[in-house]
């Protein structure tokens, strides 16, 4: 590889809110003056998860930092792993060492050794026909200036300045594309389609994770499918980044029909998790007839009749493994399925030996894949960089893990949903996957569609009320848009 120059972009302008990576001990450099200095050590490296909350918020904020490096960064990128069952493990797992690695060089100048680098830059040279500019990170084969930008993908929240001598503002270019080999110009447009106001605030959200607390007929799914046409054709997002999850095959088709011309990756999600799975075998999927098949070849029930013999089984392996609870306790709990928890390790066994899969093995073995095989799920993270959920408040806690794996450290997930609405609790959702939306996917911005356009008033306003007696539920609010003529036609 040729010597790499420094970035004559350096310090880069103050709309795109770049860090610095130096030395220990090294200087603030100029242009940093004002920014917060962080040190990375040892200790930082053994428990990252305190710096890892500072660097997420100010990377979504484009805050500058100086970033003191005092460990090998080879070590620091080395890929964590896990054979904790996924049932063992906390809705908030995360693999804090990668989002602190992600965090210290997505927006990053590399200062070490005293010559400026912008690494984002000089991978564009490398992989793409952009060449050095002498203004901004790279010059495009239009002859255009850009920046390769490391920031949360979305608008700036202040324009670039104008080029000196150019009289207009550099492009801009995201990392992302880059990785892909391209040079994407960023996109501004807004949308094409008639929106109302709430709708577009929500469509055009800038960056990072959003929660969009959708009540019933207030067009979540005009929304979703909004918001994932917004990406790919108003801001030119790569569609091999974006994957949108429905709840179920009904739900994913409807979004399929509405952005049929888009060519889009949409799922549900143990569609993805399938896909997942088979990046490392492929397995057939069985239906229940034969989970009960291989139920009876595992343990042994008494055959009472008018009485399923193996219901409870099957309710118990959803516990384990959508519900993520230790197998031991399920069978201590229900007192009804002796044996389980010695079964349970039996039957993913046996799938796995007759290469089998039920319905939500997809989910758990997917997961089980995503913890342990680090090149997996980078691959699994390039389809989920822009992760696109519907009916959020389903989620179960298996279903949440999920989520937040393939979303990858940029945690770019557009989760739409009502917490008045949760229907799956058997399985361990719970609206709190809402109302604490933050606390998986920090620094979230919050939107809410308010207007029903499918109830007259009276209907909305009982709902209303007796929504209100709900204790945990984001609070909001809700009007009627039906036209008074109609509306007294219905209640009538």
């Not at 004559?8 to 200095?37: H, Q």
């Not at 920046?147 to 009289?167: E, M, T």
């Not at 519900?323 to 709990?333: S, T």
Request: charged share 25%.
């Amino acid at each position: 590889m040729p010597p790499v120059a420094p970035a004559a972009s350096f310090p880069g302008p103050d709309a795109l809110g770049r860090n610095v990576v130096v030395d220990p001990g090294a200087p603030t450099p100029p242009g940093f003056e004002r920014a917060r200095r962080l040190l990375i050590d040892d200790d930082v490296l053994a428990d990252p998860a305190a710096t890892v909350a500072v660097l997420r918020a100010r990377w979504l904020r484009r805050r500058r930092s100086v970033i003191e490096l005092a460990v090998d960064n080879e070590a620091a990128r080395v890929a964590e792993s896990t054979d904790t069952p996924p049932y063992a493990l906390s809705r908030d797992h995360a693999f804090h060492r990668e989002a602190l690695h992600f965090l210290t060089w997505a927006n990053s100048y590399d200062l070490r050794g005293g010559t400026p680098r912008w690494w984002h830059g000089v991978l564009a040279e490398r992989r793409t026909a952009a060449s050095r500019s002498d203004t901004a990170d790279v010059l495009l084969p239009d002859g255009r200036h850009a920046f390769v930008d490391g920031g949360p993908r979305g608008p700036l929240p202040v324009p670039l300045p104008k080029a000196p001598n150019a009289g207009v503002a550099p492009e801009l270019v995201h990392r992302e594309s880059v990785s892909l080999g391209r040079l994407t110009v960023q996109g501004d447009a807004l949308p094409s389609e008639e929106l109302a106001p709430d709708q577009l605030a929500a469509v055009t959200h800038g960056f990072g994770p959003a929660r969009v607390i959708a009540p019933a007929g207030s067009g979540k799914t005009r929304v979703l499918t909004a918001r994932l046409r917004h990406l790919l054709r108003d801001r030119g997002v790569e569609p091999e980044l974006v994957t949108a999850l429905a709840y179920n095959t009904r739900a994913a088709q409807e979004m399929r029909e509405r952005t049929s011309d888009l060519h889009a990756s949409i799922r549900t999600l143990h569609s993805l998790a399938l896909r997942i799975c088979s990046l490392d075998e492929r397995r057939q999927v069985i239906d229940e007839r034969e989970v009960r098949r291989i139920l009876d070849r595992l343990v042994r029930t008494a055959r009472i009749p008018n009485q399923d013999p193996f219901q409870a089984y099957l309710d118990a392996l959803a516990e384990v493994r959508l519900a993520l609870r230790d197998p031991a306790e399920v069978e201590a709990e229900r007192g009804d399925i002796d044996g389980f928890a010695e079964a349970f390790d039996r039957y993913r066994r046996l799938l796995a030996e007759e290469r089998l899969l039920d319905f939500d093995e997809q989910i758990y073995r997917a997961i089980e894949l995503l913890l342990q095989r680090p090149e997996l799920r980078t691959t699994v993270q390039r389809w989920g960089t822009h992760l696109l959920v519907d009916e959020f408040q389903d989620l179960t806690p298996a279903f949440l893990l999920l989520v937040r794996l393939v979303a990858g450290p940029s945690l770019q997930v557009f989760a739409v949903g009502d917490d008045d609405q949760t229907i799956y609790s058997y399985a361990g959702a719970t609206p709190e996957h809402l109302t604490a939306f933050d606390r998986w996917f920090p620094g979230a911005t919050h939107h809410a569609l308010e207007v029903n356009y499918r109830c007259p008033p009276a209907v909305v306003e009982g709902a209303v009320q007796l929504l209100g007696h709900n204790r945990h539920r984001v609070p909001k609010t809700i009007r009627s848009q039906v036209v008074t003529a109609v509306a007294d036609e219905v209640a009538s």
